[in-house]
């Protein structure tokens, strides 16, 4: 996998049924959608009919929620066949799905579950990337799910084993930056340090969301604007990893279009001016060590 041969889609928000009719009329100013797989893999229907219709204003990517590719079930082959029909029909960007298992023995937990941290899971889950990505004849993305337990069995961090996985299965991580958050939070780890061991090289796309806070713990619902803790860390992100694709996601109590689209404009705003403080160091004769289309700082330390 070669960073530089994605696309640089900007920046963009997740589809979502609720918004349908506005995208369709009024072909908002965003960059790009991301759409959910396993919402477009029917046999036709409506779901269909609007995903034609934005194809033919915008870039997508497909990110699927149901791959478990952390899982020791077989791997379904009719899934990733249907998957694969789908993408040759609109031609995504990439895609993507979680590091994760959702179900065994052939039961779906319909929830994203997360791995022990150690060697063997690395094996095993990379041997799986490598199989899928030669199915669907491309390179795909894994993200990093919020977690709300850990395994005694872990012998590394989180960070560490996420990039042990996309270097063995030589495939790219779609970086969830609210998941960073929570589970920071939730399991007591520094949040930077993890945007700063993640491998530059790997990191195609961005998640940024908002999520429930329960006092206690944190739980990555997607139902609330994206706090400022987060921004930051996006910020920080922003300055190591450079020019990475970035998509706001919002599941439920979903509010109007404009909103995510403020939030997607937010995010620009973020990168734009992390981009002019870098051009302004070089001006000066300051040339730091840099990665992405449109390189920042590697060795910020906010």
């Not at 993200?143 to 030589?170: G, K, L, P, R």
Request: proline share 4%; net charge negative.
């Amino acid at each position: 996998m070669n960073r530089s041969e994605f696309p640089s889609l900007g920046f963009g928000v997740g589809l979502r049924r609720q918004h349908y009719s506005h995208v369709l009329d009024e072909h908002p100013a965003v960059d790009w959608f991301e759409v959910i797989s396993e919402n477009f893999m029917v046999e036709g229907g409506r779901a269909l009919e609007v995903l034609e219709a934005v194809r033919e204003h915008y870039p997508i990517a497909m990110h699927g929620v149901s791959m478990s590719i952390g899982s020791t079930d077989p791997l379904n082959r009719k899934y990733l066949r249907q998957l694969q029909d789908l993408a040759r029909r609109f031609e995504p960007a990439w895609i993507s799905d979680h590091l994760c298992w959702t179900g065994v023995g052939g039961r779906n937990l319909h929830d994203l579950i997360p791995l022990p941290y150690t060697e063997e899971a690395i094996r095993h889950v990379s041997a799986r990337i490598r199989q899928v990505q030669e199915t669907l004849e491309r390179p795909m993305l894994i993200e990093n799910v919020s977690s709300y337990m850990a395994f005694t069995d872990s012998t590394m961090t989180e960070w560490e084993f996420i990039s042990a996985i996309a270097e063995q299965a030589d495939c790219g991580i779609l970086l969830d930056i609210n998941n960073i958050f929570v589970s920071a939070f939730n399991h007591r780890f520094d949040a930077n340090e993890y945007i700063d061991a993640v491998p530059a090289e790997r990191v195609v796309q961005y998640h940024l969301a908002g999520h429930s806070d329960h006092g206690t713990y944190l739980l990555d619902t997607h139902d609330h604007p994206i706090r400022d803790e987060v921004w930051a860390l996006y910020e920080r992100a922003a300055r190591r990893f450079g020019d990475v694709a970035t998509i706001i996601e919002w599941d439920d109590n979903i509010p109007e279009f404009a909103v995510l689209a403020s939030a997607s404009e937010r995010a620009r705003t973020i990168f734009n001016k992390v981009t002019s403080e870098h051009d302004a160091r070089s001006r000066n004769g300051r040339s730091p060590q840099a990665t992405g289309k449109h390189p920042v700082s590697a060795d910020h330390r906010s």
